[in-house]
């Protein structure tokens, strides 16, 4: 994990990326934050998925190695991406996800990658020794590491880490609620600065949800204002203040 991390700043220096806004799932997650807190002065923002910032206790290091012995890597990972519940009901997404890693042509590369991950370190993030930058912290409901992601966000800075627990989403909230996450994203970066005169669309709705996020950014670019908005729908109206929720 340190090495990828350390490998990113020749990759923005290849491309000519001066600084970047990162997004990150799951171990994605992992390295970009790893990254972030090493080079600051790259990273303008970050979007983070089923983050755990937690190395592996001996209680994680056993059940694992004897969830190693009974069962196989594929089943591990998917064990690690979706909940419960998602497993049980053996979904759709999660035969194509199992059909997809079962039938990859670097079936070991990844193998190794998943024991990589599994013996990470703890980034070692707390109030006084965060990011410098605005982030943003998004987990479903019922998600193996919605723990750790609460958790990791009672590590940050209130003042510019926005925590989207997403209801109805499962273990994969970008594959699950694509929509959704996509018109939190376009919030946050808006509370950036960017993309100021782009217009809220209406968030789609299937199936009653709910869905709350809270925003709150500081700086010469930083904005305040609530937005919310109810189940019948509708365009989200602004109003000055300094939080920013969304419900649907």
């Given at each position: 994990?340190?090495?990828?991390?350390?490998?990113?700043?020749?990759?923005?220096?290849?491309?000519?990326?001066?600084?970047?806004?990162?997004?990150?799932?799951?171990?994605?997650?992992?390295?970009?934050?790893?990254?972030?807190?090493?080079?600051?002065?790259?990273?303008?923002?970050?979007?983070?998925?089923?983050?755990?910032?937690?190395?592996?206790?001996?209680?994680?290091?056993?059940?694992?190695?004897?969830?190693?012995?009974?069962?196989?890597?594929?089943?591990?990972i998917l064990s690690h991406l979706f909940s419960q519940e998602?497993?049980?009901?053996?979904?759709?997404?999660?035969?194509?996800?199992?059909?997809?890693?079962?039938?990859?042509?670097?079936?070991?590369?990844?193998?190794?990658?998943?024991?990589t991950y599994n013996s990470r370190r703890d980034l070692n993030?707390?109030?006084?020794?965060?990011?410098?930058?605005?982030?943003?912290?998004?987990?479903?409901?019922?998600?193996?590491?919605?723990?750790?992601?609460?958790?990791?966000?009672?590590?940050?800075?209130?003042?510019?880490?926005?925590?989207?627990?997403?209801?109805?989403?499962?273990?994969?909230?970008?594959?699950?609620?694509?929509?959704?996450?996509?018109?939190?994203?376009?919030?946050?970066?808006?509370?950036?600065?960017?993309?100021?005169?782009?217009?809220?669309?209406?968030?789609?709705?299937?199936?009653?949800?709910?869905?709350?996020?809270?925003?709150?950014?500081?700086?010469?670019?930083?904005?305040?204002?609530?937005?919310?908005?109810?189940?019948?729908?509708?365009?989200?109206?602004?109003?000055?203040?300094?939080?920013?929720?969304?419900?649907?």
């Open positions: 994990m340190e090495q990828l991390a350390e490998m990113l700043p020749a990759v923005l220096q290849y491309f000519n990326f001066r600084t970047v806004i990162g997004v990150g799932v799951g171990a994605g997650a992992y390295v970009l934050s790893k990254f972030t807190l090493s080079n600051p002065e790259l990273v303008e923002g970050l979007v983070l998925v089923n983050i755990d910032a937690n190395s592996r206790g001996w209680m994680d290091w056993a059940a694992q190695k004897l969830t190693t012995l009974t069962s196989s890597v594929t089943e591990q998602e497993m049980c009901a053996n979904t759709e997404l999660l035969q194509s996800q199992r059909e997809r890693i079962c039938k990859a042509p670097n079936l070991p590369n990844i193998e190794l990658f998943w024991k993030i707390d109030r006084s020794s965060t990011f410098k930058c605005p982030v943003m912290l998004v987990v479903g409901d019922q998600a193996p590491y919605e723990d750790a992601a609460v958790e990791c966000n009672s590590k940050m800075d209130p003042t510019t880490t926005s925590f989207l627990k997403m209801a109805d989403a499962g273990g994969m909230p970008q594959l699950t609620q694509p929509a959704k996450l996509t018109e939190a994203f376009k919030y946050f970066i808006q509370g950036m600065g960017y993309m100021a005169s782009s217009c809220m669309t209406r968030l789609s709705r299937s199936r009653t949800t709910s869905l709350s996020s809270s925003y709150s950014m500081e700086g010469s670019r930083s904005r305040s204002r609530t937005l919310s908005q109810g189940s019948q729908g509708g365009q989200l109206p602004p109003s000055p203040s300094h939080t920013m929720e969304v419900s649907c």
